[in-house]
C-alpha cells in the first residue's frame, strides 16, 4: 500500500476553549504570539491563549514590507527600536528558525536641504543612543547602490541620504511561524477563526471573555489587533484615539539580483528593495481616508510605479506579480500606545502605524513582563494612552520610511 506522508504541524491543531485562561490575548499576528511566547519563556506562564478571528499571522503580520529598522527620530522611539532590532538580531537562533534577517543597510533619501537637516537631527538622536545611523553623499550613496538614478534627470535629485546599516528586511511569515511554534511548544493554546464578541466585566476588570465558540473567564486581557484596535477596545469600553488606513505595496517579477540596500524616500512616498526572490518589493504612503476594507487601489499602482521609475530607470519593463494591501493602526502622534488602558487588565499594543512588524520582539518582552508583573517597563512608559490626557506626545511625524 501506497504510504501517506503527513506533513508535521507547526503547531498544535485548535483544540477547545478551555474554561479559564490566565491571559487571554486578542491577535494572532506578531505582537500577540510575541507577548505569549515571553510569557511563557521569560515567566513561567502556563495558562496562556491567544485568539484569532481569522488564521494566524492574517493580518499585517505575515504579509508587510518586511523592513527593520531602529533610526527613530525621537530619543524614545530609537530606544525602543533599537531593542527591537537587539531581539531581531538573535531570534532565528532563538527560535531555530530561520528568519532570513538580512541586514543589508537601509538608506532614507534627501532630495531638499530640508530633508538633510532632518536626517541629521535623527542621526544625532541615533548616534547617543549607540545606533548606528550618519547623513553621507553621493558619492557614498553611488558606492552603496550604483542602480540608483544620482544624475539630476529625476525631478527631484537626491542630494544625501541617511544611512542606517543594521537596516534590512526578514521573512514576515517565518517571523510569524517563528513565534507561533515557539509559544505552542511552551504552552500556548493557540485558537484560529475564535472572534472576540464581548467582554464581560465586574469592578473595573474584565471577568470573561465571550466569543463566538463560547466564554472564557480571564485573569488579564492582552489585545493586539492592529487596525481592529478601536472596535476590541470598544467592546471593552476603552476608547482609543486610532484611525484604520490602509497600506498598499506590490511586488515584481523576480530579477537577477542588483540591489543590495533597502532605499527610501519621504520626498517620493516610496520605498524599494530586492527580496531574496529576486522581486522588487515597491511600497508607499498610507493612503489618506480611513477604511477596514482591505482592497488595493489603481492609483497606488501608477504612482508608486512612477516614483520608483524616478530613482531605478532601469525597472521599466518589468512586470507586477502581486499586490498587497494591509490595515494600520494610526496614533495622533506616530507613536505606538503600548500598555495599561483605565480597565485595570485590558492591556493594548496599538498605534502603530506602518511600524508595527519591526516592534514585534520588543513588543512581546516588555508587554510580557507589564502582565507578569504588573509594572510598566521603562522602555514603554513614554507610550503610554495617559499621554494623549497628560500632553506628553512622542512625535515620530518624520520617522516614517515614507510619510505617514
Ligand atoms: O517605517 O520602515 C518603515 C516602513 C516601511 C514600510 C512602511 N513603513
Redesign the pocket.
Known sequence: MKEIFFPKRMWRSRGELKRRYDVVIVGGGSHGLATAYYLAKEHGAKSVCILEKSYIGSGASGRN?T?V?SNYRTPEGAAFYGESVRLYERLSKELDFNLMFSQRGHLTLAHSDRALVVMQERAEVNKLLGIKSSVVGPREIAALCPELDLSDRPTWPVLGALFHPPGGIIRHDAVVWAFARAADRRGVDIHPYTEVTGFQQSNGRVTVVETNRGRIECGQVVSATAGWSTLVGDLAGVRLPITTHI?QAFVTEPLKPFLDVVI?SSQLHV?VSQTDRGEFLI?AEIEPYTTYKGTGTLSFLETSARHSLELFPQLERTKLLRTWTGLCDLSPDYSPILGKTEVDNFHVSTGWG??GF?AAPIVGVTLAELVATGKTPELIAPFALERFHTDTLVSELAA???SH
Do not use: E, P, S
Request: charged share 15%; proline share 0%.
Open positions: 514590507t523592513i529598522r497600506l527610501v520605498y511600497g506602518t511600524y519591526k516614517a520610511a515614507v
